[in-house]
């Protein structure tokens, strides 16, 4: 069974800390794809990332960056500088190539950027 | 390009009446999923397609629900009759095949009365 945990449930911080999101999967099987969903106040779910369990290179994209290692099942995720608009819930995915393949989705973490 | 579209965004009706939420996927997407959102069981799969056709619809929750997709560019989710608990934001999402990374609609927020 694929399982996602988020252990944090809701962050506060104060504009321009660093702040990171952990998030950590279990899956048997060895090919595997983890997503982080960002969704804001207004409620829409946005697609920020998705990584295969083949390619452990961590990746920055502006002020957000993952860090994913195998040896720890985690998939982490730091937002750098935050800014007010960074506030939203997160979620970490898994998908496994095997079994019904199913998007799984941690409980989130609700992250609020205060000024 | 246009994302994923879903109607109605906001849906108020009352108990033991029908509600349809339709969804129109990302053109040239061949895969399209239901899930439902809820503070208890936060994100769940209800039923996803590929090629219009439904392969795991374990995720619904009973027979008052139900789903279909008559062609590539439209897919309906059914609830009849409608029940308090069935209260939740219902959204839609597709991909390119059923491998690929999942876009999602805006949602369609339900409250039944």
């Known amino acids: 069974a694929q399982k996602v945990t988020q252990a944090q449930t809701e962050i506060s911080v104060v504009e321009k800390e660093d702040v990171t999101l952990d998030c950590v999967y279990e899956t048997r099987d060895t090919t595997y794809y983890l997503f982080w969903y960002k969704q804001p106040p207004s409620g829409e779910l946005v697609f920020l990332i998705r990584?295969?369990?083949?390619?452990?290179q961590n990746e920055i994209s502006g002020r957000y960056s993952w860090n994913f290692q195998k040896s720890t099942s985690s998939f982490n995720f730091t937002i750098t500088a935050s800014q007010v608009v960074d506030s939203a819930v997160y979620f970490c995915a898994l998908r496994a190539q095997g079994g019904s393949e199913k998007l799984v989705f941690g409980k989130g973490m609700k992250l609020t950027v205060n000024p | 390009d246009a994302g994923v579209i879903q109607s109605p965004r906001h849906e108020v009706t009352e108990m033991g009446q029908e509600v349809t939420l339709r969804c129109k996927p990302i053109s040239g997407h061949n895969s399209l999923f239901w899930y439902r959102q809820t503070m208890m069981r936060g994100l769940e799969l209800l039923i996803y397609?590929?090629?219009?056709?439904?392969?795991?619809d374990s995720g619904m929750p009973e027979d008052r629900f139900s789903a279909k997709m008559p062609n590539a560019s439209f897919s309906t989710l059914k609830i009849q009759p409608s029940e308090p608990r069935d209260s939740a934001v219902y959204f839609c999402?597709?991909?390119?095949?059923?491998?690929?990374?999942?876009?999602f609609g805006p949602g369609t927020r339900l409250l039944v009365l």
């Open positions: 999402a597709s991909s390119l095949t059923r491998r690929e990374t999942q876009y």
């Open positions: 990584r295969n369990s083949f390619d452990e």
């Open positions: 397609f590929n090629n219009n056709v439904p392969i795991d």
